[in-house]
């Protein structure tokens, strides 16, 4: 999660969400798979689309379609998926889940989708 959390910070997770649900831009705890815990942030939120473009994530939802100011970012960190230059839609229930260090990741624009249910918690402070 560089440059937000940096290698050998100690960082501060809650396990439930006390109101609402999860946002874009809050970074989160959550199981891909059973026994696997990641650390991310959100992108998108449910039945939203997404399109990679340029290096640039954009996003299509009730508002309109936008570009993603991502400021936490190091300057000039573009962004790269699977699938580019195509709107692709979030399930229902489903976050796109990123990590913030995108140095050589290609975001995978289907499998970083995480079901709701995944998500364990969220962060809330570092030391």
Not at 36 to 49: D, N, Q, T
Not at 90 to 116: A, S, T, W
């Amino acid at each position: 999660m560089e440059p937000t959390i940096k290698n050998g910070q100690t960082a501060l997770f809650r396990r439930v969400f006390l109101a609402g649900e999860p946002r874009r831009s809050l970074i989160v705890l959550y199981e891909p798979e059973p026994g696997l815990v990641k650390i991310g942030r959100i992108l998108a939120e449910p039945k939203e689309s997404v399109r990679v473009q340029g290096g640039k994530v954009y996003i299509d939802n009730n508002a309109g379609k936008y570009e993603i100011q991502e400021e936490y970012l190091e300057k000039d960190t573009e962004t790269h998926a699977n699938i580019e230059n195509t709107w692709v839609k979030m399930g229902e229930f489903n976050y796109l889940i990123v990590p913030d260090n995108r140095k050589n990741f290609v975001l995978d624009l289907e499998k970083q989708q995480i079901n709701k249910n995944h998500i364990t918690g969220y962060f809330t402070t570092k030391f």
